[in-house]
């Protein structure tokens, strides 16, 4: 008999807590999701080492707080530890993976060991195709402005918080990964789930096994807790109704008539988003964000659902919106040169992108938008060129960079260059530039005085505003 891969066991169903792992060794410390862990398993005061190659800006940070950092790959970083972490990037054949299980040493993947730090907390897992990040960052600043000292671990950096992870209360917020399944390790109070879209079928091949993911997720939630699902996507809609039908609690949100938390009378403009929002039809208040786009104010609305069960009013929840410091590579400005601002924007999907590149545009005006996009991943790009193209097609002009493909050979023919000419805009504003020191004299060439250049896309590409702004 096959076994389902989405049956996935939990040190939280053997009650194991971050406490019980002993001295503990992350390796790839450095990447924004396992160093935010680690900083969680460090700031519990628990014995904690890391393994890393690359000298990576928040090193310093963590050896303060007390990690002994290893600058290399070693069979010796194992002396004396009882519990090895690794990410998906690090497999079986890693030398350090390999190393501990030749010694007979506990092997977590990075879920389970940000399981195991949320055994006996209340939790609140935030997943989704987009807006996660996002999501969650705001959740935390909301409830730490309330005063709830959450801790948390988040895919991005929050500005004006505690980088990654913080919080000795008993909430405990964490952004959840399902490109690899793994997010169906963990067993939440309370589960967002803020959209599904087609993404990562090299785990999941068609849309149908995705959606059976997020379903259960959805049912690894505590049935006494709460589902907090978005009612404009149908997706989610339909996991909605399908769990209020077994008698759970679910929350919906969105711009939607049906939406449980329904955002209506949206105001965008560059110093942010104003909204109402209503409860079972009834105002509940004006609220604010100091981030533009009505995508933004969507996200806030899984984050007031979350705020009301855990006992927050409207004024507190209002409070904390405003107070919302944003995340690094969400709609983040870098600076200005030449007259043109630059930011930089994580998305990557679509989705995420047109939703992006239409709130930018909204920004540039009357200034025209410029879109520096790094593609991520041979194998999205090749399934969703048309839609990729489409969402570039928004921009006044697109600079397209080769794909960032760790590890994958990129087909003849199927590399960025052949995204760039999908795209549905005049010949002289678009160009494909496959050398990264080439791009910033592209973007000269493009940008006048009161645009808006942004850099998109793969994580390399967060890089790129330091070289346009010299």
């Given at each position: 008999?096959?076994?389902?891969?989405?049956?996935?066991?939990?040190?939280?169903?053997?009650?194991?807590?971050?406490?019980?792992?002993?001295?503990?060794?992350?390796?790839?410390?450095?990447?924004?999701?396992?160093?935010?862990?680690?900083?969680?398993?460090?700031?519990?005061?628990?014995?904690?080492?890391?393994?890393?190659?690359?000298?990576?800006?928040?090193?310093?940070?963590?050896?303060?707080?007390?990690?002994?950092?290893?600058?290399?790959?070693?069979?010796?970083?194992?002396?004396?530890?009882?519990?090895?972490?690794?990410?998906?990037?690090?497999?079986?054949?890693?030398?350090?993976?390999?190393?501990?299980?030749?010694?007979?040493?506990?092997?977590?993947?990075?879920?389970?060991?940000?399981?195991?730090?949320?055994?006996?907390?209340?939790?609140?897992?935030?997943?989704?195709?987009?807006?996660k990040t996002t999501t969650t960052a705001i959740i935390v600043q909301?409830?730490?402005?309330?005063?709830?000292?959450?801790?948390?671990?988040?895919?991005?950096?929050?500005?004006?918080?505690?980088?990654?992870?913080?919080?000795?209360?008993?909430?405990?917020?964490?952004?959840?990964?399902?490109?690899?399944?793994?997010?169906?390790?963990y067993r939440p109070e309370i589960g967002v789930v803020t959209n599904?879209?087609?993404?990562?079928?090299?785990?999941?091949?068609?849309?149908?096994?995705?959606?059976?993911?997020?379903?259960?997720?959805?049912?690894?939630?505590?049935?006494?807790?709460?589902?907090?699902?978005?009612?404009?996507?149908?997706?989610?809609?339909?996991?909605?109704?399908?769990?209020?039908?077994?008698?759970?609690?679910?929350?919906?949100?969105?711009?939607?008539?049906?939406?449980?938390?329904?955002?209506?009378?949206?105001?965008?403009?560059?110093?942010?988003?104003?909204?109402?929002?209503?409860?079972?039809?009834?105002?509940?208040?004006?609220?604010?964000?100091?981030?533009?786009?009505?995508?933004?104010?969507?996200?806030?609305?899984?984050?007031?659902?979350?705020?009301?069960?855990?006992?927050?009013?409207?004024?507190?929840?209002?409070?904390?919106?405003?107070?919302?410091?944003?995340?690094?590579?969400?709609?983040?400005?870098?600076?200005?040169?030449?007259?043109?601002?630059?930011?930089?924007?994580?998305?990557?999907?679509?989705?995420?992108?047109?939703?992006?590149?239409?709130?930018?545009?909204?920004?540039?005006?009357?200034?025209?938008?410029?879109?520096?996009?790094?593609?991520?991943?041979?194998?999205?790009?090749?399934?969703?060129?048309?839609?990729?193209?489409?969402?570039?097609?928004?921009?006044?002009?697109?600079?397209?960079?080769?794909?960032?493909?760790?590890?994958?050979?990129?087909?003849?023919?199927?590399?960025?260059?052949?995204?760039?000419?999908?795209?549905?805009?005049?010949?002289?504003?678009?160009?494909?530039?496959?050398?990264?020191?080439?791009?910033?004299?592209?973007?000269?060439?493009?940008?006048?005085?009161?645009?808006?250049?942004?850099?998109?896309?793969?994580?390399?590409?967060?890089?790129?505003?330091?070289?346009?702004?010299?």
């Open positions: 008999m096959t076994k389902d891969p989405n049956d996935l066991t939990s040190p939280i169903d053997e009650g194991i807590r971050a406490e019980d792992l002993g001295h503990t060794l992350f390796i790839g410390v450095g990447g924004v999701g396992m160093n935010g862990l680690t900083r969680l398993y460090a700031t519990r005061g628990l014995e904690v080492s890391g393994s890393e190659l690359k000298d990576w800006p928040n090193l310093p940070e963590l050896e303060r707080l007390g990690v002994t950092l290893h600058r290399e790959h070693a069979e010796s970083n194992l002396d004396g530890v009882d519990t090895v972490v690794r990410s998906t990037a690090h497999n079986d054949e890693h030398l350090e993976v390999a190393e501990a299980r030749r010694r007979g040493i506990r092997v977590y993947h990075r879920s389970e060991a940000l399981a195991a730090a949320m055994t006996g907390l209340q939790s609140v897992v935030v997943t989704g195709t987009h807006g909301m409830l730490e402005h309330a005063g709830k000292a959450p801790s948390y671990v988040n895919g991005g950096e929050i500005i004006g918080a505690f980088n990654g992870a913080h919080g000795a209360g008993e909430l405990f917020v964490a952004e959840a990964d399902e490109s690899d399944r793994s997010f169906l390790r599904i879209d087609l993404d990562h079928l090299n785990t999941y091949g068609d849309m149908d096994s995705l959606t059976e993911a997020f379903e259960r997720f959805c049912a690894n939630t505590s049935k006494d807790g709460l589902l907090v699902l978005c009612a404009d996507d149908e997706r989610t809609a339909a996991l909605a109704e399908r769990f209020r039908a077994e008698g759970r609690t679910v929350a919906t949100y969105g711009f939607a008539d049906e939406a449980d938390i329904q955002i209506g009378e949206v105001e965008s403009h560059k110093d942010g988003v104003d909204y109402t929002v209503l409860l079972h039809g009834q105002e509940l208040g004006r609220f604010h964000l100091p981030m533009p786009g009505s995508h933004i104010a969507l996200n806030s609305a899984a984050a007031i659902a979350v705020g009301l069960h855990v006992g927050l009013d409207a004024d507190e929840i209002a409070k904390g919106l405003a107070a919302f410091g944003g995340v690094r590579r969400r709609f983040e400005k870098r600076g200005e040169v030449d007259g043109y601002a630059v930011f930089d924007e994580y998305a990557y999907h679509p989705t995420a992108m047109t939703a992006a590149i239409r709130t930018l545009k909204e920004v540039a005006a009357p200034g025209r938008l410029i879109v520096v996009f790094m593609p991520l991943r041979v194998y999205r790009t090749i399934e969703l060129r048309a839609e990729l193209a489409e969402a570039l097609s928004l921009a006044d002009k697109a600079v397209v960079m080769e794909i960032f493909a760790p590890g994958e050979p990129i087909p003849e023919g199927e590399g960025g260059e052949r995204l760039a000419e999908a795209i549905d805009l005049p010949e002289g504003d678009k160009v494909f530039v496959a050398e990264w020191d080439d791009v910033p004299a592209a973007v000269k060439a493009l940008a006048a005085e009161g645009d808006v250049v942004v850099t998109m896309g793969a994580p390399p590409i967060s890089l790129m505003p330091d070289d346009l702004l010299r």
